[in-house]
């Protein structure tokens, strides 16, 4: 983390119950906005493609976007660094104290959000109060074959180690926990830790500039922490406390 | 399937399935589809609720980026870089992240079918043996001289096969030909290094090791030649030194993906490239106190930049930064060499690059790589030749077409007449894996396997210092019943028989792969060797290619490039419209991911706009004529007319219009088709000097429509509630 950033910590009530903060640190400078994240994240994490109108109102369903503004007019235009922007899995989780079903929870060990599928009933609540708005909502059974016999085929590339949502549910970007949770197992069978690098989110993955670094921010070591670790750093809307586990870098010079 | 069916039927269907899916092995070319054995009786290396990794090369364009894809119970789950070749390093582009859409889409060929009739989606099922013998026939009832193969720009493998074939029977080697090649100028690019170096080759920029890029049009973040490589160079340049960090510039009518990355854009009037190029380069001579070398003796700083709409401080800037810079780089691409005086824009570059002296040096300019198996690098198609083609289909000596890998129907310029000049041909057959709209014009298709599952290699042609052949193998078993159209032609030529059968002489592809590494075997400097042909094939498998451990770059020289004169008159346009027209390939969907339901609900870069065609309109230029975002409007040029919706887009100069190439489908099923307009619907034939299209060489008129369609985009957007659907 930056310095001047606040980082997050785990909550956890004993010493033993810590486990690694996972963050991630996205350098503008080098996101050459070519959705190479956002395609890879919806094959990894069995997104739905949500068709032309419902996109439209804005239902789209990917996990993560790219997000890039104008500044000025022609011809003193500029478009604003692409900031790739997914769940920000923030310490003071703003969706989290907002959902009647805790479906929308907290790991205490590992500070990161989690969304409980077979939880939620589609309140909605959490993505109305997430400031990042990284929350997607199935409005429909967009890809069950059963609603739509003729997308059978684009269900055998599902994930199996990640769960297919249905309708009324509630989702977002889960730092490819699945990931995370075969790296550890991997690391326990062999008796060690987690190297860093060992567990690298589909984004980070593709990412033809290498601009996403993933890894444990609770060690200094890491080459996240690392990376964080530059004047060029900030927390998306830090003024709001949500002490998120992203760390974006500025673009430009 | 039951709207019905229980949770319970569900998994059986879905187990029984797993269960009689097969996978097969990694472990070498003697086990070639190994049949999916009970749970109780596993393959030695297959292991319940593990995955089984396998290298191969992504087919949704020609750069050969290496894929590691993950497969479990017979299915392909995802597709992932291949940190091993160079051409990626482990990286994808989001085509190739979505290519097992392709793989698993619903609209796939799943048999061999004949039409009732072309165009019409009524056809019959073959059985693969009677359409061998229909291919057979084709090869042997007609003369050599009426027979035509045109092939894309991937897989290699095949396009070798093909072009062993033509030579065998003594008919006229393959056409190749792709969209990307088209709007990348690739003939311009080998042109212009043949005439500034006297050295054929395509040109490789070495973006990562510079300090200042100017780039006139080129969207090599995007599409361009090989985009996930030369991302990571942009990155390098950017970051790659802790101690500086690298400048950019991008030339271009509109900011593109790429130019949003730019730290300065200079939109110059479209066909005004060479003249700010020639203008920088005298200014920068100046500024070295250089004697002026010839190739821009002729430049007027002032003329120029009064022509090009930018001012002469700017400039003056411009070549202070580049006669400054210690590795200053510039590159020509796009829509400036898709201009009537295209090639004479990327010599006026490529002497640019000689004026600093940065050819043949990091950071500067080299000729690619020479891949693996191949004497030089031998370019597509261009638009000159295919139209020497076209005439040819026309002129009725054609009796039998093949064609694979390429959609031309949708990818040329419709003023070129090929569905008029097909309907002159006896007998159409298509390999296409997909209902594309060539297909759709075939009397037969005969499926060849999508990418991943296939064998193959292809030579790759530019994008890493080192020779490369990216190999390719199955990952799965053929999921419909589809056949590899190397096997097709090899059973064919087996039935011919006589010197054919006896110049294939092969049982599978498989086996004239291996007869083509080979040779590879006692080359030095590879990344492995091995003592004979099955462990090398096993070794290219697990590392999904061969390639050498040395820089292959070749460095030209200088030579005469600033003995070049150069004239200084602007481009030619067609049409008395009043804008420029400017197609660009869609950054993520490009010519051909139409079909692919994430690709089209990827958001594009810039404009945000998803699942279709958008015009870019300049917010004064659309005040002027009335018009606001979502408005359809009718473009005409003098070879066509399209309507589209408008996106006011504030990065492109009023005089211009711009809209993304690769939707406008008439077929390619059921993601793609009825969607958007085709911009090449509004180009003419017209080439520039090295007989590349003159994409960019329109000029249009723009005229409201009074209809309105709202565009889906990521974008925030104010009310879009009940507009959906309404025209």
Known sequence: ?253 | MDKKISRRDFLKVAGVGAATTAVLTGCGPASRYVTRQPYTKMPEYTYNGLSTYYATTCRECSAGCGLIVRTMQGRALKAEGNQNNPVNLGKTCARGQTTLEGLYNPDRVTDPIQRDSRGSTIAKKMDWNSAIQVVADALSKNKPDEIAFLMGLAPDHLFDLVTDLTKAIGAAAPIRFGALGMFEARATLVQAASDMFGQEGLPFFDIGNADLVFSFGANFLETWLSPVAQTRGYSQLRRGNPNRRGYFVQFEPRISQTGAKADEWIPVKPGTEALVVLAIGRLVAEANNITLPTAFSNADVNAAAAAADVSVDTLKHLASLFASARRPLAIPGGAALGESNGLQTADAVLALNALVGNIGKDGGVFLSPVAPLTDAYHRPANLKEMSDFVDLLKSGKIKVLFVHGVNPVFELPKSLGLEDAMSKVLQIISFSSFPDETALQSDYVFPDHHGLESWGYQKVATGTSSSVLSGAQPVIVPFFNTKATADVLLAAAQKIGGTLASTLKFTDELAYIQSKLSTLISEPDGFFSAPEINTFTASFQQYGGWWKTTDNRVAPSAGDALNKTFNTSAAQFNGDGDYFFLPFVAPVMAEAGANKPHLQETADPTTTVMWNTWVEINPDTAKQLGIQDDDVVSITSSAGTVEASVYVYPAIRPDTIAMPFGQGHAAYGQFAQGRGANPADLLSNSTNEAGDLAFASMKVSVKKTGKKRQLSRLEGVLGVYGKFGQQ
């Open chain 1, 1 to 253: 983390m930056p310095k001047e950033l606040k980082s997050p910590t785990s909550s956890a009530n004993t010493a033993q119950d810590v486990q690694g903060i996972w963050g991630m640190v996205v350098d503008q400078d080098l996101c050459t906005g070519c959705q190479a994240c956002v395609a890879a994240c919806s094959m990894e994490n069995n997104v739905p493609f949500v068709g032309e109108v419902d996109a439209g109102y804005g239902r789209s369903m990917q996990w993560i976007r790219i997000e890039r503004f104008w500044q000025g007019s022609y011809p003193n235009i500029k478009a604003t660094p692409y900031q790739p922007v997914m769940c920000q899995n923030c310490h003071n989780a703003p969706c989290e104290p907002v959902c009647p079903v805790y479906a929308s929870v907290h790991s205490l060990s590992e500070d990161l959000n989690l969304q409980v599928y077979n939880r939620c009933v589609g309140t909605r609540y959490c993505a109305n109060n997430c400031p990042y708005e990284a929350r997607v909502f199935n409005w429909r059974d967009y890809m069950d074959p059963r609603q739509r016999p003729e997308l059978v085929t684009l269900a055998n590339h599902f994930n199996p180690d990640v769960t297919v949502r249905r309708r009324g549910v509630m989702e977002k970007c889960t730092f490819c926990i699945q990931r995370i949770r075969h790296a550890e197992d991997t690391a326990a069978s062999e008796n060690r830790d987690i190297r860093d690098g060992e567990v690298v989110p589909a984004c980070a993955q593709a990412c033809p500039a290498s601009a996403i670094t993933f890894g444990r921010i609770d060690d200094p070591t890491t080459k996240v922490s690392q990376a964080a670790d530059t004047s060029r750093g900030s927390h998306l809307l830090e003024e709001l406390g949500t002490i998120p586990h992203v760390t974006y870098l500025a673009g430009g010079a």
